[in-house]
């Protein structure tokens, strides 16, 4: 442990990925997703090259959350953990950023995505997007601050992209060590097409490794992804809830190896492993199945084209009924193949991806229930 905290924290280069010269992969950070345990569960069935914790929070009151702490000091995901902050008051982002690297993290990563009104509108996450000055500030600051791997996760713009190319200059500028780009801009939240053109376009500028993110839904598409946008790598976020074998299924894709199949069975063993993992003492029944149709409602996009499971799934109360759905639609046809693609117009509610619905942030809560 400790020799993997002195790597992971000293300051240095990108942690290789654990396929020699091949593409990475991450983890994209989900808030009420990305926690200890969910990044153990996806570790059990293909760890990514790196994960991101859920987003600190930081302003002059904030101390680093404790649960989202125990994603760093508890690793034992054998994978490097980046710390991601969201905030934009340079003091308390410095002060921040010092504190966590105390921690055994792979780097500090900065948040500029976030497309939560709530969030915006003070100015953070993806509202920083509108200024580039004073994205400026707050590179420099965190750059001064974070002797090793600072990185920064952004989406393409605000309502335009008209500060795209002056942001990723500034990447350049401040010696970003990563780059991870969501391909829409925050009007967009989750409805649009992702601009793959634009993600290629920041792998044209930035001299930093950039990662692809946005609907990478499958190893096949994070190939064709990757072949047109010159990417370092994929991020992938919802459909490594849907598929935790994604990671290991890219790999297999990344090296010319047969892509590993999954059928119903084994995803009614990924959710039996999930419930027993997502088990917190003092947690009603009735909140953890509630916890858990979160994550089926990703899960469901895989099983059935006529979204049955997810239908049936969504009715249920006790951990009795969610198991007794989940033998019903999983076990009847256990050899069954797992989608590796979501069905389409199975979705996950309300749909991230549909105009006429407008989701209102980052958490699962807001995206999903
Ligand atoms: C439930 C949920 C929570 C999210 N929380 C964060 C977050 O804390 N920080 C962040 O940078 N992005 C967050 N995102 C955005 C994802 O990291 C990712 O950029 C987005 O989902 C697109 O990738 P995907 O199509 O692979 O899901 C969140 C997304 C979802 C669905």
Known sequence: MEQLRSVLTGPGRLPPGQQAGGSLTALAPMQDVTDLAFMRVIARYGAPDYFFTEFFR??????????ILR????????????AQLIGEDLHHLERTAAELLRHPV?????????????????????GLLREPGRIAEIFATLRAAVPGLFTVKMRIGFDTT???????????????????VHGRTVKEMYRNEVHYDFIARAVGRARCPV??????????????????????????????????????????????????????????????????????????????VNKMKKYLNFVGQGVDAAGAFLHDMRRTE??????????????????????????PGVIARPNCETPSVVTDGCSLETITA
């Not at 930081?58 to 649960?67: D, I, L, M």
């Open 162 to 180: 008209d500060n795209f190319d002056r942001i990723v200059d500034l990447v350049n500028e401040h010696r970003v060590d990563l780059l991870s």
């Open 318 to 343: 006790t951990e009795k009924d969610l198991f007794s759905i989940c033998d019903r639609h999983l076990l009847a046809e256990p050899t069954r193949e797992f989608s590796v693609e979501p069905y």
């Open 71 to 82: 994603s760093l000091d508890e690793n034992d995901t054998g994978r490097p953990v980046f």
């Open 106 to 126: 792979a780097g500090i990563d900065l948040n500029l995505g976030c497309p939560a009104p709530k969030v915006y509108k003070k100015n953070v996450g993806g």
């Open 211 to 288: 990662l692809a993110n946005g609907n990478v839904t499958s190893a096949v598409r994070a190939s064709s992804i990757l072949a047109a946008t010159g990417a370092a790598g994929v991020m992938i976020g919802r459909h490594a809830i849907r598929n935790p074998w994604i990671f290991r299924q890219c790999r297999e894709k990344f090296a010319g190896q047969a892509i590993t199949r999954i059928s119903l069975a084994d995803v009614h063993g990924y959710i039996d492993h999930l419930f027993h993992a997502t088990q917190v003492a003092g947690l009603p029944e009735r909140a953890h």
């Open 58 to 67: 930081v302003h002059a009151q904030s101390r680093p959350e404790k649960h």
